[in-house]
């Protein structure tokens, strides 16, 4: 990746952490119902049994009221864990109300890992993805660590529907991209669904 690109997506993570970081517990807690709201309609969500969420941190949409919904609706919840051996490679882990939280290396909180409660990728049907800036053509900017960027790749072939989660202030322009750089199918804020094919 050019250092141009490098250069341009370090200014927009920045500028976007930032809005988000300011928006009001009022306002997150809007964003989280909304959400949630256009989640549960969603056909494929609705159909869907395995589904690979994520808790939220630093200003990310607030997942636990869909979460909480999901899980009323019978259907299986599922977080991503630092693989332990693997750099860069991330575990799911079925997540339960009753299950055990630790604070990883990125003081994120996940599940204790425990290969009994590990599905395949392959077994998700969907897997909601965390992202700091997209835009209208499905790009998506991480926290840049790539972890996401390795599950998207081939994700027809894994057969899980990917759908990103956002504030409505997390639509920027034009993300800058590299050739690797897979874009979203779809991307829900409080505002729409944001369908890209």
């Known amino acids: ?3 141009n690109v490098q250069k341009r997506q370090k200014i927009i993570r920045q ?3 930032q809005y988000r970081r300011q928006l009001t517990c009022e306002q997150q807690n809007s964003a989280a119902d909304k959400i949630t709201h256009l989640a549960l309609a969603h056909e494929i969500i609705r159909s869907a049994s395995h ?3 994520f808790l939220s941190f630093d200003g990310e949409i607030n997942t636990n009221p869909l979460i909480k919904n999901l899980w009323a609706q019978n259907k299986k919840v599922y977080l991503p864990v630092l693989h332990p051996f693997s750099r860069y490679q991330l575990l799911f882990l079925n997540y339960r109300p009753d299950t055990l939280l630790i604070k990883n290396r990125f003081n994120i909180a996940e599940p204790t890992l425990n290969v009994m409660d590990v599905i395949p990728i392959t077994q998700l049907d969907v897997l909601f993805v965390p992202l700091v800036a997209f835009d209208k053509q499905g790009q998506r900017l991480g926290m840049g660590g790539g972890f996401y960027d390795r599950l998207l790749s081939d994700w027809h072939k ?4 990917p759908i990103g989660l956002a504030h409505d202030c997390q639509l920027v322009d034009k993300i800058p991209t590299a050739p690797w750089d897979i874009p979203l199918p779809e991307i829900i804020t409080p505002s729409k669904r944001w369908r890209i094919i």
């Not at 894994?158 to 529907?161: P, V």
């Open 1 to 3: 990746m050019s250092n």
């Open 51 to 53: 589904l690979g969420l």
């Open 158 to 161: 894994k057969h899980f529907y």
């Open 15 to 17: 500028t976007v952490r």
